[in-house]
């Protein structure tokens, strides 16, 4: 559709495009004039056009911004059935919808995955890039070698979702926190997003987007491919990215991935992932501050707005995953089992049996001792495997003695300390679906393991404790949280 077609443009109100393509048809939400300079915007990972909510106007009063949603995202159509949501296929989908627009040159503006995307198409066609803007991506994830043979087992083995019924949300605010619990975004930079994300459906709300997008991709483009792609970018190109660094997105690779492109600037603000919801004016000035800058103009220096703190930058190394998880869920189970054994030896000292105990609950409606202790394992040693990428060990609940307690907290900790970092390092981005009576969630290891596993561990052994507190056992704030 040529870009006259856009009827009723304004600054602060987006109007609704489609764009159709050979094979299915995109959706565009459009703010600014029609002969504004075109800037065609990228969003993340079960985003949409509605990420740009925020920035969007800000950036319309100098261009054209043609908010792009992805295939399977937003209101764009799935792809058909046997079809894939590779790299490469969402390169040629944004190609292809620039040459529908009529986008003979422009600038292109990305984020989280939407970044990757636009470095690949600023590689694939240079000649018609004006200005290449990232905000926390720079190229696709990439692959060290180490999770290879199981993605790609898991990307191909067969999946029944497709014949389950899709969660459906009782109302948006139920959807919301259920964006925030698997992003870690905070609701009022949930809500765009989620707002057009939802349809209507029987009873409620349920997902736009195609189920197929939380399934693992069977094969990821290797670190040195992804640097030979990125040295074909030829537009002035200004990196964007969160401190502290996102898990997914370490510190020193991403310095590496910056030095294959001639020419970059690279800038760091405190903050979360998506930067253009938390701080749109901060992101606006970075956007347009980034069109004076000199050819060849490279550094690595915090942005001037007064939200933006250079507090002990570039001092930290980033943590991983396996740092995050493994010694994490080791140490609280180790300080569990002491809170646990003193308040054997008090009730010992009571008289009061194993089956009490074990039985005592803090409040009626909440599960007794053993079940906290039972379903605090069960996070760390499903936590672990997941982030691996292998299926869970199954750990039968069937303790009715302190002693057989403190074995089930010795044979998770065993269990864990099995696990190898080169097996958890670099999930940060894995797919990870979980069961729940309520419906089933989709994660991304890094939300999974910050966002559900560490709190509903800790939450278990904290109410552990605070059973054998209440119950009178000798124990306080060091017992629980361990020499250090």
Not at 65 to 85: C, M, T
Not at 114 to 126: H, N, R
Not at 148 to 176: K, N, Q
Not at 279 to 298: F, I, K, L, M, N
């Amino acid at each position: 559709m040529p870009p006259g077609n856009v009827h009723g443009s304004c600054v602060r109100v987006p109007t609704e495009q489609t764009i159709a393509l050979a094979q299915l048809n995109l959706r565009a939400q459009v703010w600014g004039e029609p002969a504004a300079p075109p800037l065609l915007a990228l969003h993340g990972w079960l985003d949409n056009a509605a990420s740009f909510a925020l920035l969007a106007p800000l950036l319309a009063p100098n261009h054209r911004v043609i908010a792009l949603e992805l295939p399977g995202h937003g209101h764009s159509d799935h792809p058909a059935a046997g079809s894939g949501f590779h790299y490469v296929d969402h390169v040629q989908a944004v190609l292809e919808a620039a040459d529908v627009l009529q986008l003979v040159r422009y600038t292109l503006l990305g984020h989280s995955l939407g970044a990757g995307i636009a470095s690949l198409v600023a590689a694939a066609a240079p000649e018609r890039i004006e200005r290449l803007l990232l905000i926390e991506g720079l190229g696709p994830l990439g692959d060290d070698g180490s999770n290879t043979l199981s993605r790609f087992r898991a990307a191909l083995t067969p999946r029944t979702e497709s014949r389950r019924p899709l969660r459906v949300f009782r109302s948006m605010e139920e959807a919301i926190s259920a964006r925030c619990l698997v992003s870690g975004m905070p609701p009022g930079q949930a809500r765009p997003i989620v707002e057009r994300g939802l349809m209507e459906a029987d009873g409620g709300w349920r997902w736009r987007s195609d189920p197929r997008l939380t399934q693992p991709s069977a094969v990821r483009l290797a670190e040195t491919q992804v640097h030979a792609l990125l040295r074909g970018i030829e537009a002035p190109t200004a990196l964007l990215l969160s401190s502290p660094a996102t898990s997914y997105l370490p510190r020193v690779p991403m310095q590496a991935r910056a030095a294959c492109v001639a020419n970059i600037t690279v800038q760091h603000m405190d903050g979360g992932h998506h930067l253009h919801l938390e701080y749109p004016a901060a992101v606006a000035d970075w956007a347009r501050s980034t069109a004076q800058e000199p050819a060849g103009y490279r550094r690595s220096v915090p942005l001037p707005p007064s939200e933006i703190t250079t507090s002990h930058r570039n001092t930290t190394m980033p943590l991983s995953m396996y740092q995050a998880s493994v010694p994490v869920f080791v140490r609280a189970l180790n300080n569990l089992a002491h809170v646990l054994n003193k308040g054997a030896e008090h009730a010992k000292s009571k008289s009061v049996s194993d089956e009490v105990l074990l039985q005592t609950r803090l409040i009626t409606d909440m599960l007794p001792l053993i079940k906290q202790v039972q379903i605090a394992c069960d996070m760390a040693t499903r936590g672990t495997a997941r982030l691996a990428g292998v299926e869970p060990q199954a750990f039968e609940d069937n303790e009715t003695t302190l002693e057989q307690a403190h074995a089930r907290i010795t044979r998770a900790i065993g269990y864990i300390e099995g696990f190898k970092p080169a097996q958890i390092d670099g999930s940060e981005a894995r797919a990870i679906l979980l069961k729940m009576r309520t419906g089933e969630l989709n994660f991304e290891g890094q939300s999974y393991l910050l966002n559900f596993v560490l709190p509903n561990l800790f939450f278990h052994c904290t109410t552990a404790y605070n059973i054998l507190r209440e119950a009178g056992t000798d124990i306080g704030k060091t017992d629980f949280i361990g020499n250090p």
